[in-house]
């Protein structure tokens, strides 16, 4: 039986809200929130977002589940079905809110008809569509039983008959001074049309639309009012059906749709919000779990980010990471803004956003199913003095360690810059001691190169500088730095004025 | 009713996207100069003049029709200037007739256009006047047709039509107008409808005994129901009103199409005159498809030199060539040069005559200049990159059977790292089909080319006499190591240049 699209079993085992989300603000995983739940305000997303899957088994469920959502057919339909079902809501607000009968009954009916569609229309595009999830097949024999239901056969018959019969009526209303008089229509012919005959040869290319666009108000004023009481007379029979649909069917939305219908946002929201980034030619994926620590991503890119350059016409730069047996903490050093932070803030993205279940900003990834992520981000905002601040990031540092186990993810950035060389050598020392001991996987961004070769456990990653002008990064973090060609080749190089680079770019 | 007089088949358009590189072209090749010379003062005339050089043509059969009709021109300039005339007149509808003005009311739009068709009721029949009475001096189909297409569709008859239609929209006997019921029985699909004549109403009113009818009043005081009267009517005329507007806007349309495309054949008319007055020759190319290579002209000049002055004019007569390195003395002529080839190019493909005595040579689909910029010598750490960035962007854009003119490209680091750079793009280019010229001074490029010994690469020197002295003509030479910078130096230094005599490898 079909019970949410979210999470795979109706049992809550010990599923809890998330509490120390810190990490949120640190990894602007909020920016990302706050854009994908702003859109979808109705449907109230902002809660899921704390909430993890309680198993690999129940994200994999979700990773299906989104799966499905990424063949594009699937999708459409299923954005399709939940833009009908957002008019069908406001449908019924009208209904609600107006005055004259005839109206609110017709809005009432209108509310019931763009339903009926978007039912329909899912049913039927699921039952053409592939679907591979358990979450999608069990909701679509869900529907697929709804859709056979009296109950709904009924709402559709009804709903459809009335609206052929209304919409078959065409009446004039002929106005001469301030008399109106209102008759069925007889076939006379569309004025305009002629006049466009007669200047047809005058024909260029494209003009504007001269069409005023009138306002149009849910509610009708007392003229267009009274009309309607006079095409109801011309068409009685007509009008006494739409009565008795208004009162029997009060109420006719299915709960169990109403509620996919808002869960599946959860999905088409990152979807959507990733979108524009795959069709520049960044790669997403879903990635694999493991209880150990050799993860690795190809590359890889911070999402929110991305989506920043590329509001403002610029693409980021990916990277890989991967740690091998022994290795727990990836040490991040190298000039500044050279994509540090950026680079420290994408392991953590990509973390949670894969035990999310959504496909994340990465060519291919096996990411530890983690436990926590608690991460200590060196922050703008000046403290009352050095000591002070030193003090409050200690206690937070000790906090984070404390609660640290060996599946938990520890992202540190640019900790103890405002102390002495010294001390914060000692003190990056300590921690990094800490982290191992606690055994996490953890990235440590600092201008410390020292702590780069401390020993085994740690590797070090640099971010890199183009070679001929030091002074243009190149936003790569590698565990090597490589170098070659001279100064003026590599140039042409970069931009792919080579004899290759050139075959290959220009179309004969 | 097309205009049709620049292409055959479809209208001028003035706000066609240009090349990215138009800029670029007008500072390189300095077409400024010409475009003032089409303009004589007219801001109108320059940009037409613009927009058409900076457009080319890239079929032959487009070039060819052109030129026909500037042809046309050139023997009946006061028919052409009496037509454009005509044109202009339409601009002013809009000041008498406030027509185009936003509106929000159907009903004053519709009144708008009433008047505004009256006037061009009026430019319509004078123009058919000078076409009844002078288009036998005209020949090319572009003119030939356009005259006919008046002739035909422009009858007493026609006009006669337009008139009544004028009075219909009036609406004394009332206006009918049918509706649908539309989302929430809102009435929606309003339109209006031709009533039928007096005589059959009263007919239907006597046969059909089942004509429910309903009627009501709006009471005088009633000043909201009133305005709901007037909203409902403005919904009727809605449909009408923009039928006739946009009836006037494609008929002022064609008076403004007519206006761009005969401001082209005044501006060529300006430039030819100009010339001609100049004592310079002119002649109409022979434009050869894309795919073949062949370049044939004599006495080929730069007409933005010649208007200042003399210029020195060169010919060549070569098949099968893709590439042309031309080296050789400072100041001896190369950029003109380069510069006359471009700018011949521009207007052949413009359906414009060529500033030469002759020219024949295939067209090509895209143009590129690429000059070593002077302006920003002083930080040579980013010339490079900077020269290397506008390659790339050509590269986005180029295709084969192209043209790109290089002049002193990639100059700007080692002789030895800017003649690897050149060769590679010149290498990839040439296999592209791509066709270049590139004048330079880095002789190991040069030497290198030259060593390669392929068929399609033809060098070019500018040429310097026994004595020192150049000609500033420039003729087939083989890459030679000096450049005569020294010359120069020496002249202006006044210093004996006899024993500064120039190396030939």
């Known amino acids: 039986m079909f019970y949410s699209l979210l999470f795979k079993d109706k049992k809550d085992k010990g599923r809890k809200k998330l509490e120390d989300v810190e990490f949120f603000r640190d990894l602007n995983l909020d920016q990302m929130i706050t854009s994908l739940t702003s859109l ?83 049913k039927m595009d699921l039952s053409s569509l592939k679907i591979n999830s358990e979450g999608f097949k069990e909701f679509k024999r869900y529907l697929n039983e709804y859709v056979n239901s009296e109950a709904f056969k009924d709402l559709a018959s009804q709903v459809s008959s009335i609206l052929d019969e209304l919409s078959a009526i065409e009446y004039t209303i002929f106005i001469k001074e301030n008399t109106i ?34 306002d149009e108000f849910m509610e009708m004023n007392h003229v267009e009012a009274k009309i309607l009481d006079l095409v109801a007379k011309l068409y009685s029979h007509e009008f006494s059906e739409l009565d008795l649909f208004y009162v029997k069917y009060a109420s006719y939305m299915d709960k169990t749709i109403v509620r996919f219908e808002r869960e599946v946002q959860f999905y088409i929201s990152y979807l959507e919000y990733v979108k524009p980034l795959k069709e520049s030619g960044l790669k997403f994926c879903y990635p694999e779990f493991t209880t150990s620590k050799q993860v690795y991503a190809s590359e890889a890119f911070d999402v929110v980010l991305a989506k920043k350059m590329q509001n403002e016409g610029s693409t980021i730069i990916c990277n890989d990471f991967h740690l091998n047996k022994k290795e727990r903490i990836l040490v991040v050093t190298g000039p500044n803004q050279g994509g540090k932070t950026t680079f420290a803030r994408m392991i953590g993205q990509i973390h949670y956003l894969g035990r999310m279940g959504y496909p994340v900003p990465a060519k291919k990834a096996r990411l530890m199913f983690f436990d926590k992520i608690l991460s200590h981000f060196e922050r703008e905002e000046r403290a009352e003095n050095l000591r002070g601040k030193l003090e409050d990031d200690l206690i937070r540092i000790k906090k984070i360690l404390d609660a640290a186990t060996s599946s938990s993810i520890v992202l540190m950035n640019e900790i103890f810059s405002s102390t002495t060389l010294d001390d914060a050598l000692f003190l990056t020392k300590k921690v990094v001691e800490r982290i191992i001991e606690s055994d996490s996987l953890a990235v440590l961004v600092t201008f410390l190169y020292e702590i780069s070769s401390m020993n085994d456990k740690v590797v070090s990653m640099v971010s890199t500088v183009s070679q001929e002008n030091p002074e243009i990064r190149t936003y790569k973090i590698v565990r090597m730095p490589s170098n070659g060609l001279s100064y003026a080749i590599s140039l042409a190089r970069k931009y792919g004025l080579t004899y290759d680079q050139l075959m290959e770019r220009i179309d004969v | 009713m097309k205009v049709f007089l620049m292409y055959k088949d479809k209208d001028f358009d003035l706000h066609v996207r240009l090349p990215s590189n138009s800029e670029t072209l007008i500072q390189d090749l300095r077409l400024n100069i010409l475009f003032d010379t089409m303009a004589k003062n007219d801001d109108f005339l320059r940009e037409v003049s613009k927009v058409v050089l900076l457009s080319s043509l890239t079929k032959v059969d487009d070039i060819f029709y052109r030129q026909e009709a500037l042809k046309d021109c050139l023997k009946n300039i006061d028919l052409v200037r009496g037509m454009y005339a005509i044109s202009l007149e339409s601009f002013e509808v809009e000041r008498k007739t406030f027509f185009g003005f936003f509106s929000k009311y159907p009903i004053g739009m519709l009144d708008s256009s009433i008047r505004a068709m009256k006037i061009l009721i009026e430019l319509l029949k004078k123009l058919r006047k000078m076409a009844l009475d002078n288009s036998n001096g005209f020949h090319s189909s572009a003119f030939k047709n356009f005259f006919d297409r008046i002739k035909d569709e422009l009858t007493d008859e026609y006009f006669a039509e337009v008139e009544s239609h004028l009075k219909k929209l009036e609406f004394r006997n009332g206006l009918l107008i049918s509706a649908q019921l539309g989302e929430g029985n809102k009435g929606k699909n309003y339109v209006l409808r031709g009533q039928n004549d007096e005589k059959k109403r009263w007919l239907s009113k006597i046969f059909s005994k089942k004509d429910e009818a309903y009627t009501f009043k709006i009471d005088e005081r009633d000043q909201n129901g009133a305005k709901a009267l007037s909203n409902l009517k403005e919904r009727g005329i809605n449909s009408v009103a923009n039928a006739l507007s946009q009836s006037v806007e494609h008929m002022m349309n064609f008076f403004k199409n007519l206006r761009t495309e005969l401001a082209f054949y005044l501006a060529a ?21 894309h795919n073949e290579r062949t370049l044939h002209f004599e006495q080929l000049y730069d007409p933005s030199l010649a208007l200042k002055g003399n210029v020195v004019a060169n010919s060549l007569n070569v098949n099968e060539k893709n590439l042309f390195i031309i080296t050789g003395a400072n100041r001896g002529g190369k950029t003109t040069f380069l510069r006359s080839i471009g700018i011949a190019f521009l207007m052949m493909q413009a359906g414009l005559f060529v ?126 190591q000096t450049s005569y910078g020294v010359d120069i130096y020496k002249k202006i230094f006044n210093e004996s240049s006899s024993h500064y005599s120039n190396v030939n490898n």
């Open chain 1, 40 to 122: 979808k305000k109705e449907h109230n997303l902002n809660e899921f977002f704390y909430v993890f899957p309680s198993s690999v088994e129940e994200t994999k469920y979700r990773q299906d589940i989104s799966r499905d959502l990424e063949n594009e057919e699937v999708f459409h339909s299923v954005r399709e079905f939940s833009m009908k079902m957002q008019r069908a809501r406001k449908y019924q607000n009208y209904a609600n809110k107006l005055v004259y009968k005839y109206q609110k009954e017709r809005w009432f009916v209108d509310s019931a008809r763009v339903y009926v569609e978007a039912v329909n229309t899912l």
């Open chain 1, 181 to 214: 008089k209102v008759q069925k229509y007889k076939g006379e012919k569309d004025y305009a049309e002629e006049v466009l005959k007669t200047f047809e040869r005058f024909k260029q290319t494209n003009v504007k639309d001269y069409n005023v666009e009138f």
């Open chain 2, 269 to 289: 008319v300006n430039l030819y005159e100009e010339l001609k007055n100049a004592g310079k020759p002119l002649s109409f190319p022979i434009a050869l498809p």
């Open chain 2, 355 to 480: 500033t030469a005595s002759a020219f024949s040579s295939n067209i090509f689909k895209k143009f590129f200049t690429h000059y070593r910029r002077e302006e920003d010598r002083a930080m040579e750490s980013g010339k490079l990159d900077e020269e290397l960035k506008r390659m790339n962007a050509i590269v986005n854009n180029i295709t084969s059977d192209s043209l790109v003119l290089f002049n002193e490209s990639f100059s700007s680091t080692s002789e030895l790292e800017g003649s690897e750079i050149a060769k590679e793009i010149v290498l990839a280019l040439k296999k592209k089909n791509v066709e270049m010229f590139f004048v330079t001074h880095m002789y190991t490029f040069a030497r290198n080319m030259y060593e390669e010994g392929s068929p399609d690469t033809f060098f070019l020197v500018a040429e310097r006499l026994e004595n020192g002295d150049r000609t500033f003509k420039i003729k087939e030479g083989i890459p030679s």
